[in-house]
């Protein structure tokens, strides 16, 4: 696990009364299912069952073959679903900024007893978390240069001239959506892309396309892990990242929003459901530079579509 190599040895902090107990309860609730028993737990036979036992893979499944359907149906049926969706959609957002608003009394309340009982023991863990998540998300956002270059024909330099101001927005204010101004004219401008395809592309992409799920779940798993003293191992591990990859597609488009698919994840792994709030209360450093990935990837996937559609490119000089 990563987080042995905490620098000075950094000592686990002291958990709360029980936490240990129920770490361990939660670890050892039996074996892992074998792969053919967990695809098949991938099908819903109660839809509603699964949402509310918060089963996300068997919900978003369910969801994608929904959506499917409805796309097929005809067409006052499909506007009268779809138009019942959005609007559930805008309510349920509602409902989600007013828990976000409320979250961080709930996490200082959290912390708080915890940071008292465990002194600067927490400091090592925690900065060393946010050091291993920002670099990371550093080197993902590196290898998209050349990732772009090879699958979307664009030069390094120009793609990094071209992604540069939305880059420094999302850095600025922590939001893909806030950046996505910047993303159209550096798609546009920068990269001389088609309308057709930035118009599309890059504002699906910011509300759904979050590369930097996979690694920010992951290592906010094995913090917890390491934290809670629950070893994870690669299967686990891979539940996350391979979650990640689907549930952000979901995730509400409201600061912090994404933790909140991890609850039922982490139940599922063995891990405290508590552990989210220690995460959301040291994101801030964090979602910056996962904000910067995350827009960097939208604009490497509208280059990529945009090769793929057969738009003019500029030539490759840069």
Same mark, same amino acid.
């Given at each position: 696990?990563?987080?042995?190599?905490?620098?000075?040895?950094?000592?686990?902090?002291? =958990?709360?009364?029980?936490?240990?107990?129920?770490?361990?309860?939660?670890?050892?609730?039996?074996?892992?299912?074998?792969?053919?028993?967990?695809?098949?737990?991938?099908?819903?036979?109660?839809?509603?069952?699964?949402?509310?036992?918060?089963?996300?893979?068997?919900?978003?499944? !369910?969801?994608?073959?929904?959506?499917?359907?409805?796309?097929?149906?005809?067409?006052?049926?499909?506007?009268?679903?779809?138009?019942?969706?959005?609007?559930?959609?805008?309510?349920?957002?509602?409902?989600?900024?007013?828990?976000?608003?409320?979250?961080?009394?709930?996490?200082?309340?959290?912390? =708080?007893?915890?940071?008292?009982?465990?002194?600067?023991?927490?400091?090592?863990?925690?900065?060393?978390?946010?050091?291993?998540?920002?670099?990371?998300?550093?080197?993902?956002?590196?290898?998209?240069?050349?990732?772009?270059?090879?699958?979307?024909?664009?030069?390094?330099? *120009?793609?990094? *001239?071209?992604?540069?101001?939305?880059?420094?927005?999302?850095?600025?204010?922590?939001?893909?959506?806030?950046?996505?101004?910047?993303?159209?004219?550096?798609?546009? *401008?920068?990269?001389?892309?088609?309308?057709?395809?930035?118009?599309?592309?890059?504002?699906?992409?910011?509300?759904?396309?979050?590369?930097?799920?996979?690694?920010?779940? /992951?290592?906010?798993?094995? !913090?917890?892990?390491?934290?809670?003293?629950?070893?994870?191992?690669?299967?686990?591990?891979? /539940?996350?990242?391979?979650?990640?990859?689907?549930?952000?597609?979901?995730?509400?488009?409201?600061?912090?929003?994404?933790?909140?698919?991890? /609850?039922?994840?982490?139940?599922?792994?063995?891990?405290?459901?508590?552990?989210?709030?220690?995460?959301?209360?040291?994101?801030?450093?964090?979602?910056? !530079?996962?904000?910067?990935?995350?827009? /960097?990837?939208?604009?490497?996937?509208?280059?990529?579509?945009?090769?793929?559609?057969?738009?003019?490119?500029?030539?490759?000089?840069?």
């Amino acid at each position: 696990m990563v987080f042995t190599l905490l620098p000075g040895g950094a000592a686990r902090p002291p =958990l709360p009364a029980g936490a240990a107990e129920a770490a361990g309860e939660l670890a050892s609730g039996g074996a892992a299912p074998d792969f053919g028993t967990w695809l098949t737990s991938l099908i819903p036979t109660n839809p509603v069952a699964a949402a509310a036992n918060g089963a996300m893979l068997p919900l978003v499944l !369910f969801t994608l073959l929904l959506a499917l359907a409805i796309a097929r149906s005809g067409g006052a049926t499909r506007d009268t679903l779809l138009g019942f969706f959005r609007a559930l959609s805008e309510a349920m957002l509602v409902m989600v900024r007013w828990v976000v608003a409320v979250a961080p009394i709930g996490v200082f309340a959290l912390v =708080l007893p915890l940071a008292a009982r465990s002194g600067a023991g927490v400091v090592g863990g925690v900065g060393f978390y946010i050091l291993v998540y920002s670099l990371a998300s550093l080197v993902v956002i590196l290898l998209l240069y050349p990732a772009t270059a090879i699958a979307g024909g664009i030069p390094v330099r *120009r793609f990094a *001239r071209a992604v540069l101001p939305a880059q420094l927005v999302a850095f600025a204010s922590s939001s893909s959506i806030a950046s996505l101004p910047a993303l159209v004219e550096g798609a546009e *401008r920068g990269l001389e892309m088609p309308e057709r395809v930035s118009g599309f592309v890059l504002p699906f992409a910011a509300s759904t396309f979050k590369i930097a799920a996979p690694v920010s779940w /992951t290592i906010g798993a094995l !913090f917890v892990g390491w934290f809670y003293g629950v070893p994870l191992h690669a299967r686990e591990l891979a /539940t996350v990242a391979f979650a990640a990859v689907f549930l952000s597609f979901v995730g509400p488009g409201v600061p912090r929003g994404a933790w909140l698919l991890l /609850t039922p994840l982490f139940l599922a792994i063995g891990l405290p459901a508590e552990g989210i709030g220690i995460l959301i209360a040291v994101d801030a450093i964090p979602d910056l !530079f996962a904000t910067v990935l995350n827009v /960097t990837g939208d604009l490497s996937a509208a280059a990529i579509v945009a090769r793929g559609a057969g738009a003019d490119r500029p030539p490759l000089s840069g």
